[in-house]
Each structure stands twice: as structure tokens, then as C-alpha cells.
């Protein structure tokens, strides 16, 4: 092989090493945020709820998605749903120490109801000033929220 082809080859293979270098892996994870994990929390006692124990999942980065579900979902009861096991979807977005989110899918149990579609919910991130994630909490206006792992 002459030694101008062998350059061309050597040349085309670095350019090509250079291309890949600079494209990120498909199945990369997105980087994180404080706000991944699960999270545990107990609804308000009667009259402003039910007491009932609750739980987020946060995954994504700064476009997240959240499961939200209520172990005694009392518009279950309401809906007259056979199942009183609440579990909802929302898609939201991370800015800061503030996640905004809203509900596009709720179910009791697999019964498919409209409670709460369309509407926001916030919750706010507080580290508690410590570098140990076991501190961290989450509040949404009713519920404080600690991890739950």
C-alpha cells in the first residue's frame, strides 16, 4: 500500500474517531437533579385530608416525569371507584430548587378517572444545608416529603 493511500486512510479514521467522540452515547442516562429518587409523605389529617400515606417517583433531569401515588386515595371513594388505591402521572420541569409539574394521567386501581388533569402542582427542594441526600425534603403546600430509600 502506498504510504499517500495509507495517510488518507489514517486520516479518515482519526476524523471518524473525532466524530464519535462528539456524539453523545444513545443510551447515556440524563444527568440527574436533586429531585430524582422517591420520596414518602403522609397526606394532612381530617379535615384537610385523609392522613393516608403517599409516594413520588422522580426520574429525568430537567424535563422530568413524576409518579404521584396515594395508598388511600379518597376520590377513589368519591368516584366510586372499586379500588381506593390512587396512582397518578405528570410530566413537568426543573428550574432551580422548584419542580413545576401536571397531572396527565390518574387511575384508581385500573379505573381511568379525570381527577386532576390538566392541573399544576409545585413542589420545592430543600437540602436542609447538608451534603447528605438523607436530609433532603421536598414541600408542596400540604405534604413534607423525605426520601424513601
Known amino acids: ?21 462528539t456524539i453523545p452515547a444513545a443510551d447515556a442516562a440524563p444527568r440527574s437533579t436533586p429531585f430524582n429518587g422517591t420520596w414518602i409523605g403522609h397526606d394532612p389529617a381530617p379535615p384537610d385530608g385523609d392522613g393516608s400515606t403517599v409516594h413520588l417517583k422522580i426520574e429525568g433531569s430537567t424535563r422530568v416525569q413524576v409518579t404521584y401515588t396515594d395508598e388511600f386515595g379518597s376520590i377513589c371513594v368519591n368516584e366510586g371507584a372499586s379500588v381506593t388505591f390512587f396512582r397518578s402521572f405528570l410530566t413537568g420541569r426543573v428550574s432551580g430548587t422548584t419542580l413545576n409539574a401536571v397531572f396527565r394521567k390518574a387511575k384508581c386501581g385500573s379505573d381511568v378517572i379525570g381527577f386532576r388533569i ?27 416529603w423525605t426520601r424513601d430509600n
Not at 489514517?10 to 464519535?20: A, D, I, P, W, Y
Open 118 to 144: 390538566g392541573e399544576r402542582a409545585a413542589w420545592e427542594y430543600d437540602d436542609m444545608g447538608t451534603a447528605n441526600p438523607a436530609d433532603d425534603t421536598l414541600w408542596d403546600g400540604s405534604v413534607l
Open 1 to 21: 500500500m502506498g504510504e499517500k493511500k495509507m495517510r488518507r486512510i489514517v486520516v479518515l479514521l482519526l476524523g471518524v474517531l473525532m466524530l464519535m467522540m
